[in-house]
């Protein structure tokens, strides 16, 4: 699928358009045999001590043939025979539900590939739909247009809003609910931090995930080993995380664009490394463990709390209930999510805010006007790095652990995809980006090992198909003509 | 200070200085061609490795015993599949996305080193793999007083002259044929190449390619020199391979083997002297301290902007 | 007699063998139009990505006073955006450089950048949307007004740079670099593509800003009926070297301009080519 005009450049005049999309498909297919044919159809396994191999040609086989039909149906798609690209995607569909396949992956990708063919014919119509319309599209018709996607995306807003704050009162909550809740709000959070960094300052930082453990583990040591409480913790590893972007972006924000991206990279492994390695300070492997519960201002959520100390469910006259806890957490981390969104919202448009997204745009021109690159991109990577701290410290003491393992770089690739997926610069497409790639995650559970493939490709698809995100629009953030929505 | 220990250890370090050159160039190459650094090089030289671990299986399996025979037809068919990958990877994620925003093509192959990670650790598990040595022996050169013996083993020897042979090859490649002109032109100018009748997307293609087999061979070196691999070692090794080039000036090839030989050599060092627990953060040390200091690196000219 | 705005004394840029500006020395005067004219490759472009920080000259002394006050400023020791902030130099670019994806309205606040990072606490007091805050930003719009209404571009204010025609971006990269409130504006090629309409426009906003601002202006440009009809003071630059200096009238009659653009022999004719 993602090798889409793969010989569009290279193909002489073609017989018959049938005979030109069967022939890329073929090629497509071969191409995707020598590829996957060694790594997939040959399997190293150990046997008795020495490795050996074991074939795996039925599978690969059947991958192919659904890969060559799969190319077909685009190939006929894009060389306008929608039908018979259809037709192939219903076979596909019906193949993937009925034949017995030799593992159920391939079933799921023969289904995956006919709903792709489906989405990707639709989005091809619409958008030919579209671009007729539009050619006719007259000021008023925009007008309006602008206006209903304005209500669309704030009554989207609102409602989320909504159903965050009813989601505790709701009967169904149930733990596994709001664990799943707080996990989305804490990507969420993250999202929007690295959305600052990405989205308005243009800055690939690959390695967010190393100021989330530098929160966490500030805010662990703050707490356990030096009688800091949450209040005073939270601070101080937000602006621990935010120094260590200064200390990192520095050097290098002075520097072209990728360097940024493979510096980060290797500081996200780097900081990985020493936890891992040093001992005396991290617990090395093992991590830190009892870290001090959050209390709910002083009253913990505990059945029988020590002498002199009030619980929370006494306080508010309530039977004991670990959801409290929960609900408490679930709210804290609702208000932080909310934090760092109002202060994006605002801050955009600041003079710092459009100065990023100057920078973003062409920072040569932003030089010959007058504006510090170095300095206005430190700023947007330093509040990044803080607002991952802060993230760090909520994640410290929800879980009353931490340890290298949650800070892999599968955790900043997993930022990275719902910053990338919800559309960069955008607060909604975000926030809508993540309930959709954590709540897939959990939907899947079952196959929770194909998920950092998925996101890989997702990224690569998405780039190429829609650049800009879910939602790309951009507004304004200062209007001069006409009163509607000047400065809310 | 016990002498023949250095020297064992310059040995060891300029041995894996090999390695990371043939990685670095891909970097540097590609760098060079579109102003734009290949995220997904590290993953490719993994997926070289894992394609020589199981063509070196294989030909155990089928009686190719004569080990000369076994590694030239492992290491001509790794290059050749890595070299398509190189090639795909350019397909998908750097050619669509020419036209597009500054960031897209750099996380679209984000993505692809993503996607060949995990690809290859569920195609071939998550465990790390090892193999019996292949070429074993070698010669000893000289035993200290403390009765350490300084060994120059055959692999050794193998891969330094391998590597010599293909820089070798690759100069004369740059230097002499119609391919690196072009190469050189699209460097200078792309707009300017194509208007000469210079085939521009298959210049940049084809030098993923030869990126890519590179890679291959330096990953078929590891899997023989280490005797063990897993799908996380493009990771590290595409963060150091990439600082090798930038230390030797990203852009310049002989920058990229020098810079790779010193990686080794610090790597080496580095680990028998201080802690073999932070080798990787030395280098990484290395590739900040160089950004500072001297961002064009040993052998790197200045960029000048065009305004 | 004050001191020139701009003083540019023995300007040589080279990169690696070529040079590019070859002991060029010459002045510009505040509220006047002075252009810099040559065959192309004549060093041009250099001269100005010197004076504006983005090449650092090999040798050479840039000496910048800002009208009204005996503060000058070495260019070539100051950094790029610092020239622009405190030296009070804006300019403009061959290939127009604007943010496309921001507003109209929002290319003009950036411009203005410095003053409203101060203005607004450098963030803190912007957050908290303090009333001194909102007052700085309110001057700041109503100075975008005024130089959208100038350019003509207040009707589309509110759309993407990107979408203006050509013309009005060449404009609106004008109006943004006014926003800096400049002491020296250096406009490269800013006739280049512009129908004679649009060109006409062109010379009534630059001797506007000429005459009500007292901005000295330096100008790079091919189109010499622009050049001729504005310009107080023109420097003929020729394989990176000064050839001739002197007002319209003057230059014209010179002859070795006129050999330096229609070329004598061959030898002249390949350079130019």
Known sequence: M???????????????????????????????????????????????????????????????????????????????????????AAGLAAAGFLLPWPTDLLGVLAIAAGAALVIRGLAGQYGAHRQSKAALATETDEEKADRLRRLFTRGLGFLLLAAAVLLPMMPFANSYILDTAIRVLTYMMLAWGLNIVIGLAGLLDLGYVAFYAVGAYTYALLSKDHGFGFWGALPLSGLFAASFGVLLGFPVLRLRGDYLAIVTLGFGEIIRIVLLNWTNFSG????????????????????????????FHQLFGLDFSPLHRSIFFFYLILVLALVVNV???????????????????????????????????????????MFAGFAGSFFATTQSFVSPESFTFLESAMILAIVVLGGMGSQLGVALAAILVIGLTEAFRGLAEYRMLVFGLGMVLIMIWRPRGLLSHRDPTILINSGKGVRP | ??????????????????????????????????????????????????????????????????????????????????????????????????????????????GVSIFLQNYVQLAQGARPKPIAPVIRGGFELLTSEGGFAVTLSYLQIFIVVLTIALMIGFTYLITQTPLGRAQRACEQDRTMASLIGVD??????????MGAALAAVAGMMVTLYYGVIDFYIGFLAGVKAFTAAVLGGIGSLPGAVLGGLLIGLIEALWSAYFSVEYKDVAVFAILVLVLIFRPSGLLGRPEIEKV | MSRPLLTVEHLTMRFGGLTAINDVSFEA???????????????KTTVFNCLTGFYKPTVGRLTLTRPGSDQSFLLERLDDFRITKTAGVA????????????????????????????ASGYSLLGLAGWPSFRKAEAEAVEKARFWLNRTGLIARADEPAGSLPYGDQRRLEIARAMCTDPALLCLDEPAAGLNPRESAELNALLLMIRNDYGVGLLLIEHDMSVVMEISDHIVVLDYGRKIAEGTPAQIKANPDVIRAYLGEDDEAEGAVA
């Open chain 1, 2 to 88: 993602a090798v889409a005009d793969l010989n569009a450049a290279t193909r002489p005049a073609p017989a018959t358009p049938f005979q030109a999309a069967l022939k890329d498909a073929a090629l497509v297919a071969l191409v995707a045999m020598a590829l996957a044919g060694p790594i997939v159809g040959l399997q190293t396994v150990d046997r008795g001590g020495s490795l050996t191999v074991d074939a795996r040609f039925a599978e690969v086989a059947v991958g192919i043939v659904i890969v060559f039909f799969g190319r077909l149906g685009l190939a006929l798609s894009d060389r306008g025979l929608r039908l018979p690209s259809y037709g192939i």
């Open chain 1, 284 to 311: 090395g492997p093992n991590g830190i463990g009892s870290i001090p519960r959050l209390t709910f201002f002083g009253h913990p959520f505990v059945r029988n709390a020590p002498e002199g100390v009030v619980p």
């Open chain 1, 343 to 385: 202060f994006t919202i605002r801050i955009r448009r600041l003079p710092v805010g459009r100065a990023w997204e100057a920078l973003r745009e062409d920072e040569i021109a932003c030089r010959a006007l007058g504006i510090n690159p170095t300095n206005t991109k430190l700023t947007a990577f330093a509040i990044g790095a």
């Open chain 2, 1 to 110: 200070m016990d002498t023949a220990y250095l020297i064992q250890q310059l040995i060891n370090g300029l041995t894996l200085g090999a390695v990371y050159a043939l990685v670095a160039i891909g970097y540097t190459m590609v760098y060079g061609i579109i102003g734009m650094i290949n995220f997904a090089h590290g993953e490719v030289y993994m997926v070289g490795a894992f394609l020589s671990l199981i063509g070196i299986i294989v030909m155990g399996l089928i009686g190719v015993t004569w080990v000369p025979l076994a590694l030239l037809i492992v290491l001509i068919l790794a290059m050749a599949i890595t070299a398509l990958y190189g090639w795909a990877i350019e397909r998908i994620a750097y050619r669509p996305l020419r036209g597009s925003f500054r960031l897209a093509p750099l996380i679209s192959a984000i």
């Open chain 2, 200 to 209: 521009v997307d298959r210049t940049i293609a084809m030098t993923f390619v």
């Open chain 3, 29 to 43: 005067q505040a509220g006047h139009i002075t252009a810099v004219i040559g065959p192309n490759g004549a060093g």
């Open chain 3, 91 to 118: 300019r403009t670019f061959q290939n127009i450089r604007l943010f496309t994806g921001m507003s109209v309205l929002e290319n003009l606040m950036v411009a203005q950048h410095n003053r409203l990072m101060r």
